[in-house]
């Protein structure tokens, strides 16, 4: 079949996912493999730029990849994934991107300056170029499309205004990407506050088992007015009725929302309902997680098979980019 175009996406190794990585990218992640090439990047170099991870880097690369594998992305159907160090053109094309990135427009993205106040102490150079790496990562595979969660919407544009950049000085040699969301771009964390992250201990990792799902649920605040059993609630406040929305059947969704209104059904019986519907929608990827950790090194073998698939585009285009920049 012929394939409308490539797919890129990264993820920095976080270890195991959660429902924020999965409902916001990784369900696109597999989907997209349908229509398109896809080349999916363990980021371990971006990684670097909060230094205190690096510890667990092996570890989490290897639990990430897989939930990459058990969620669905199959090297099979010509999928690409792959550690991104292991494919080092990344980093000449990152030296060469940095040469039209304007400082200010990095300086003043919003995800800098939220960078900037959580470590305030370790403010490298590295963190500054995040976004110029991560432009060199998708042009490296002169991707046309590139799942994300909102999160990473200004890094999106950004790629785009240098490609822009590099092709008006040097000739259309990069592609310039579409993000693509799903319909859960922000899921929020069991705080019902913030946008669910490791980093902020409100997740909620799809491979848990049925029991750790239903700890995780239960601590998720629902709507803060709804104090004792008998006030009635608002779904539409409740971050747990909007995880139902995604798991729940449709009919069971509108029950739940007018027993809630009414408080004909209380936030312990709701709770219990979604953490068993999440439960069973990870039961067949429990399993074939379970199957896939029985051979780490098959895990790592698809890594390695993956960067030398990788190695073969990049050395491609970082050709045609040199070639284009003039480098003799
Ligand atoms: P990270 O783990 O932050 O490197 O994110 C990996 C991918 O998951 C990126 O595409 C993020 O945009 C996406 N993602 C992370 N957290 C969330 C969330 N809470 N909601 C939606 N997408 C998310
Ligand atoms: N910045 C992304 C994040 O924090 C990870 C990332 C690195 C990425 N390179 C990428 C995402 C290329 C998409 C495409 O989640």
């Not at 300086?107 to 991560?134: A, I, S």
């Not at 406040?237 to 739940?256: G, K, Y």
Request: charge should be negative; glycine fraction near 8%.
């Amino acid at each position: 079949m012929v394939k409308k175009g490539r797919v890129f996406s990264g993820a920095r190794p976080t270890g195991r996912q959660h429902l924020g990585n999965y409902l916001g990218a990784i369900k696109n992640y597999v989907t997209l493999q349908d229509d398109y090439d896809c080349v999916y990047s363990i980021v371990d170099l971006h990684a670097l730029t909060t230094l205190e991870d690096t510890a667990h880097l092996r570890e989490w690369t290897y639990e990430m990849a897989l939930d990459w594998l058990a969620a669905g992305m199959d090297p099979g159907r010509g999928t690409i994934v792959f550690v991104q160090s292991h494919v080092p053109q990344v980093t000449e094309l990152h030296t060469i991107l940095s040469m039209v990135t304007p400082l200010g427009k990095l300086t003043r993205l919003p995800t800098f300056k939220e960078k900037v106040r959580e470590q305030p102490d370790n403010v490298n150079y590295g963190l500054v170029g995040y976004p110029v790496l991560m432009c060199a990562d998708i042009t490296l595979y002169k991707a046309n499309a590139v799942p994300v969660g909102v999160d990473q919407a200004s890094h999106l544009e950004f790629t785009r205004e240098i490609v822009r950049t590099f092709n008006h000085h040097f000739g259309p040699v990069l592609v310039e990407p579409q993000a693509v969301y799903t319909e859960t771009p922000r899921v929020l964390g069991i705080d019902g506050v913030n946008k669910m992250s490791k980093s902020l201990d409100n997740h909620i990792e799809i491979a848990s088992s049925p029991e750790e799902i239903y700890e995780r649920v239960r601590m998720m605040v629902t709507d803060p007015q709804r104090q004792r059993r008998g006030d009635p609630g608002r779904p539409e406040v409740c971050n747990v009725f909007s995880l139902h929305q995604v798991f729940t059947p449709q009919e069971t969704v509108q029950q739940i929302d007018s027993d809630c209104r009414t408080a004909g059904i209380g936030c312990v019986d709701c709770k219990k309902m979604f953490a068993k519907n999440l439960a069973d929608y990870f039961a067949p990827f429990r399993e074939r997680r379970a199957r896939l950790a029985e051979n780490p090194d098959e895990v790592w073998e698809v890594l390695h098979r993956g960067a030398e698939k990788a190695g073969v585009i990049a050395s491609q285009v970082i050709d045609e980019v040199k070639g284009a920049v003039g480098l003799p």
